[in-house]
């Protein structure tokens, strides 16, 4: 999974997909979360950059990180593989 090509994503959290024009916010953990998915890196990655980052837990991680993947595929900000 990553970011669609027409997925612009600022440092302030501000998230443009240029092909419909639609706007959306993020916090600073979305945007690196984002970013990271930019990068193509895999999901098992993305935790373990952010559980050590953040000393947050794999259940918890899973739970919000499941969260803002559904967000993201309904406004169609990923791509799946």
């Known amino acids: 999974m990553k970011t669609g090509k027409n997925v612009a994503i600022s440092e302030s959290g501000f998230v443009l997909n240029t ?3 639609e706007s959306f916010s993020t916090n600073p953990i979305g945007v ?3 970013n990271l998915l930019k ?3 895999s ?3 993305i935790a ?3 559980m ?3 000393e ?3 259940n918890t991680f899973e739970k919000d990180f499941s969260d803002f993947q559904n967000l ?3 406004y169609h900000l990923i791509e799946a593989e």
Request: hydrophobic share 40%; aromatic share 12%; no cysteine.
């Open 32 to 34: 690196e979360i984002l």
């Open 72 to 74: 993201l595929n309904y």
């Open 48 to 50: 373990k950059t952010i």
């Open 39 to 41: 990068e193509d890196l």
């Open 56 to 58: 947050v837990d794999f």
């Open 19 to 21: 092909a419909s024009g």
């Open 43 to 45: 999901v098992e990655d």
């Open 52 to 54: 050590e980052k953040y």
